[in-house]
Every structure is written in C-alpha cells, then in structure tokens.
C-alpha cells in the first residue's frame, strides 16, 4: 500500500515492531489546506482500494 500511496503522490510508510503489528504513519504539514487533506484522503482511500483483494 505504501508504493500505490507514493505512485499516487501521497508519502506514508507502515512500521512493523516485533509484538507491536504494523503502525500506519502519516504527517501531513502543519499547514495544509483542507483541499490538500482532502486529496490526500482521496488519494489514500485509491491506494488501500487498489490493492485490497476484491
């Protein structure tokens, strides 16, 4: 999900920890505008529905 997310646009990452799981980050700039979030979230939710399973 984290190479669809970053062929989108959009920087994530997903840490893995021994017993902890996987930990999904994301940090958009202080100042984003709420357009920008919002196409982040597009961009986003395209990422996860590009590679989840059918």
């Not at 994530?12 to 799981?21: A, D, E, F, H, K």
């Not at 994301?26 to 919002?38: H, K, N, R, V």
């Amino acid at each position: 999900m984290t190479r669809r997310c970053l062929e989108l646009g959009l920087h994530v990452n997903v840490v893995q920890l021994p017993g902890m799981g996987g930990t999904f980050r994301i940090a958009p700039p202080l100042t984003s505008t709420d357009e920008e979030i919002g196409r982040g979230l597009e961009m986003l939710d395209q990422a996860i529905g590009d590679v989840s399973p059918g």
